[in-house]
């Protein structure tokens, strides 16, 4: 019986994917294409060879520490908008480690430079929990704010100190070689940054499934009160996972620097932050949930454009796709809710 | 007296697992002031609100002037000329009380708020009746007394002939108090009845005509209210046939383990809710605090228990110091809680039963080390727990929410008597349970204090007040009115003092 309980939740995300693929063919027909043929050409060009496979992959990573940010907070019941930001200070970050530390051997440089990243998102998070537990602050309103405050500090300074060339387009130096993630496959851009992305899925089901800090964080998730009253400290377990949630944050952007962009330049982020809230509500907060779903994102973002140069489709259509999807999420994770709770109902009974 | 305008008839209404009204029958006369009294959960609110169309009886009828009603929601009774004032307000902080008191009349198709429109029709009616109200004052500037004048000025706009009041004085101050009766005494002057629900027998013996008392969904009797007394009121409200057999006074009590030294404590909004409580414990003693419901004593519980600030006064367990000690400083050192709301405060619902056991003993190196989780020995942990307080169903995977309330209560008690609590203090523990879930809980707590626990149950209820402690202490509006012991001492001289009678005037040993 908890079987199928566990069954509906997972069938949930799997007929939202479903009941957007329909509705887009519906509206791909309407422009007067072939849903079939479109939809082909996608899956051609998101995973149909060893190249464009590995191009998703490069664009899986990012989603997968934005969606693991968001996923954190989530678990604590609260709303990590900022995800953005905390990726654009990590980005920042890393880039000064990787462009002005000089003479540092790769072991080094590169760790400094993604624990720049980590630890730039984090302490960008650590103000909006801080606002929401010294002054009782709505973090959704506060993250909001610090992305558009994030990504003009970082224009700021790639207009300014960390220009390469002040009469050229504002990008920053290149980032040195000893910092850059390395390329795991010869001839394609995977780099490591997939094998830290795993990393991070594998700590957070150990933080969440065996560790006592997950259990706390979950606790305060989902009853404050009771776990005020069980002696936990809910302020200390707010604090920390969305100071968590921004070291996701910034290793997305530190590890998009290092391993794919090598120099940092203005709107780089394919607003990785909000897709990464996608990932997250589609992956059900679970680290399974959010690396495939990540990787579905990623898939879809990669087949657009193939679209785009094949057929009169506009990438658009995609981007209305994974809207429609999230959409069904969440309606569907209200009627799983529903269905969940009268089969247990007949357990009781 | 008056002709008879309001008649309910046989009202039943049950709630799952609980007979909220069991054939109820009362009648209201023009004019007058009926008073309900009644222990928590005798069912005088469930009654009320299907009189004010929140429910539906599952059988019964109600007649107004003769003539039977369906009142199939607030609105209809309110059509029918019966308005309720909730004991919690029904207004809209940012609104105006002039906004707050004509919302939902507007005008169907006109698209503007006609404020002034009605603005003489309502100072009308606050004149009438000396109900000082401030129009254009923001509710959330109101105090409380004020915002129940506008909701009562709410009502009357809506020409409402008969009234219920639910527990209206709780929240006011004597003189606020006095004012409000003043305003019912130019209610009945118009023809107006009142349906008053108080639990404060002094008030109901000076300005209601009639009383009518309800035991467990039923009515008892009712009485004129000249032809009686407060005794005769307490001794019918509580039952002549108090159950207190189980207890067997042993005599084991040890050393104090709990002072409390003139404990103060003020809430958010710097009111005193407990005032100067000095209390003692010993070990192996069970001490109820009694009292009306919300005078005080789940704030001093929390107090104990360092959830609340003590913001006056000392605590000291075996004679140390412990005011305002973190939760966790406490637990460890061996305090327990069963806290008033299992939803709310005792469990975590989405959790599994497990999850819900493991709260308090997560730290515990027998279930975690170095920061993970040793789920087999929690595992066997929650599976013993489960057997040996018989939690359903037996499965630890379970999640708490879809147990039933004496089950969630179960799961807390679990967890917190597994403990072995030293001090343990426990706020209505079996509040809205069924009766064999009580027995089992009560059978353990009796075990706790054979083992030596210095045990406090806070209860609102006299059966479970006598049935298991060795002494009373009676708390009435945040203060101390005095401690009993248990045997010495009946129900109606309990009542009387939880309506505010010092133990030296009550008599009692």
Redesign the interface.
Known sequence: M?LRQKLIAAAMPALAILAALLIVAVMIAGVGESPAEAYRILAQGAVGDWRSLTDTLVKTVPLIFTGLSFAFAAKCNIWNIGAEGQLYMGAVASTAVGVYCTGLPALLHLPLALLAGALAGGLWASIPAWLKVRFKINEVVSTIMLNYTAILVVSALVYGPMIEDPFKSPQTCKILPTARLPVLFEGTKLHAGILLALLACVLYHLIFR????G??V??VG??R?????????VERSICMSMIIAGVFGGLAGAIEMLGTNGLLIIGFSPEYGSDGIAVALLGQLEAVGIFLSAFLLGALRLGATALQRKTDIPQQMITIMQGIIVLFVIAGSAIGRILQ?RA??K??K | MGKVILEMRNICKTFPGVRANHNVCIDLREGEVLALLGENGAGKSVLMSILDGFYQPDSGEIYIDGRQVRLTSPQAAIARGIGMIHQHFMLIPVFTALENIILGLELKGDPFLRREAYRSRVQEIIDRYGLAVDLDKRVADMSVGEQQRVEIVKTLFRSASILILDEPTAVLTPGESRDLFRVIKQFQADGKSVIFISHKMDELMEFSDRITILRQGEVITTFDTAQTSIKELASTMVGGDVQWAQNVHEKTAGDIRLRLEDVCIRDQREVEIVKHVSLEVRAGEILAVAGIDGNGQNELAEGI?G?RHITGGRIYADGEDITNA???S??ERGFG?V?PDRK????????SIR?NL???E??RPAY?SR???R?REILRFAKELIGKFDIR?ANP???VK??SGGNQQKVIVARVFSRRPRVLVAVNPVRGIDINATEFIHRRLLEQRKDGACIIVVSTDLDEVFSISDRIAVICQGELMGVCDAAAVTPEDIGLMMTGVRKEDASCG
């Open positions: 908890r065996h560790m006592l800090f259990y706390r979950s606790a989902k009853n009160e009771a776990a005020r009253f069980s002696g936990i400290s709770n247990a109902k357990e009781v | 228990l959830l973190s939760v966790k406490l637990l809680f806290p709310s405060q005792g469990l975590v619902l989405d959790f999850d493991l709260l308090e997560m730290d975690s920061g993970f989780l789920h169903p995977d379970a999640l879809n147990c």
